[in-house]
């Protein structure tokens, strides 16, 4: 029998992810990357499994993080020892994910740009096509819908700088800001580099719409204030697109990880979520005789308890001023550990009547 013929445009982690995963599937898989693996990236590089759905990473990794520093008014440790998260080299760990899939058999291509153009060609030659080129997507280019991702997307700015972070040691620093508007981060890879950033998630709040340079001044001045310095290395930053897209199929072009919109909603985090949804669109197209789904539902299955439970936890922080969310940092570093996200949704409805907006939200929560 005839291989189906799969074609993956963009080597991310969703890209990267449908490859190693399609081509042990024994289809047919060609991936075409504009740039080289594991270059021009756009990353803080903290790799969070929010879902325990996908393997630990192999390559890369620079170390586990086992405490945060989570400062709102005050500055606390949370203890991350029993959740998945890590810190990576994401160009080393996109490589090792290149090679796994080129030894599982798939053909890549890099420095082989696709354009809006060639999608109609491709689909003549290719049985299924998964776009994974972030955004803009080539699709929403070619479909119209290219600025869904600035509309529903945070905003973000990051240096890569060489300093002496050795105060930090091997822990992720979060500055988070009242009302859902968004937070600092300064993630360290090692004593001597660190990924620093400032990202604003609400689409109403007002600071979604400074210039690039008022935001490139922000982030100075958070530096500032939290006084990290150093050299820096590199600007990158733009847009996470956090709100999964209700339509991912579009003829037969399945879109995954930041081209689906699917980062998180209440931290930005996307590598988990492009590894999930690229696995997720070859196994479909795998068991494409007699889907019992569409490619969009079988993605909305699988995301839609994470999302929603991240969307609960945006909603709770979108209430909370200053004090109340200064309370609520408290409140998760002494119980973060035992709980987890997923049950921390439960313990904030329990929480919030302390706290001074909490009766109202309890009541849209519960009732
Ligand atoms: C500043 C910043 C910090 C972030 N920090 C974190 C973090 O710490 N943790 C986390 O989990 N997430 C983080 N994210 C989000 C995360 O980077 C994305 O969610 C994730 O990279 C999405 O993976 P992807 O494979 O869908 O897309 P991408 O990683 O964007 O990969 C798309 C690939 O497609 C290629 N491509 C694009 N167009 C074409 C074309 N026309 N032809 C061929 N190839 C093409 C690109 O070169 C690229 O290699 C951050 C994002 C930003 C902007």
Redesign the pocket.
């Known amino acids: 029998m005839d291989k189906k013929r799969v074609c993956v445009?963009?080597?991310?982690?969703?890209?990267l992810s449908a490859a190693v995963e399609g081509a042990r599937l024994g289809l047919k898989i060609d991936l075409?990357?504009?740039?080289e693996i594991g270059k021009?990236?756009?990353?803080?590089?903290?790799?969070?499994d929010s879902m325990h759905l996908v393997d630990k990473p192999e390559v890369g990794v620079r170390y586990k993080v086992d405490e945060a520093l989570l400062k709102v008014k005050n500055e606390y440790r949370v203890g991350c020892r029993n959740i998945n998260l890590w810190m990576i080299d994401r160009g080393e760990w996109q490589q090792g994910l290149a090679e796994q899939a080129r030894a599982e058999g798939a053909r890549i291509f890099e420095k082989?740009?696709?354009?809006s153009d060639q999608l109609a060609d491709l689909e003549s030659e290719y049985d299924w096509i998964i776009d994974?080129?972030?955004?803009p997507s080539?699709t929403s280019v070619r479909y119209g819908f290219r600025d869904y991702y600035k509309r529903n997307g945070a905003v973000?700015v990051?240096y890569i700088l060489k300093g002496d972070f050795t105060s930090l040691g091997e822990r992720l620093k979060f500055l988070a800001f009242p009302h859902y508007k968004g937070y600092f981060w300064v993630?360290p890879k090692s004593s001597t580099t660190a990924?620093v950033?400032l990202?604003y998630f609400d689409p109403e709040c007002k600071d979604r719409n400074l210039s690039g340079k008022q935001l490139w001044a922000r982030l100075e001045q958070l530096m500032a204030q939290e006084r990290i310095t150093g050299q820096i290395i590199k600007r990158?930053?733009?847009?996470?697109p956090i709100r999964l897209r209700e339509q991912l199929q579009y003829g037969k072009v399945l879109l995954?990880?930041?081209?689906a919109g699917c980062?998180s909603p209440l931290h930005?985090?996307?590598?988990?979520t492009?590894l999930i949804t690229?696995r997720e669109a070859v196994r479909w197209i795998a068991g494409n005789k007699g889907k019992k789904s569409s490619f969009s539902d079988t993605i909305w299955c699988i995301l839609s308890p994470k999302l929603d439970v991240e969307k609960g936890l945006c909603q709770i922080w979108k209430e909370l001023d200053l004090e109340a969310l200064d309370k609520a940092a408290a409140f998760i570093a002494q119980n973060w550990q035992n709980i987890g996200i997923m049950k921390l949704m439960r313990y904030s409805i329990r929480l919030l009547p302390k706290l001074s907006t909490g009766l109202r939200l309890r009541r849209g929560l519960i009732g």
């Open positions: 445009i963009g080597a991310g982690p969703a890209g075409f990357e504009r740039s021009h990236i756009r990353c803080a590089e903290g790799f969070y082989a740009r696709i354009t994974a080129t972030g955004v080539i973000t990051q993630f990924n950033g990202g990158t930053g733009g847009i996470v995954v990880g930041d081209a980062a930005g985090g996307g590598i988990d492009a690229g």
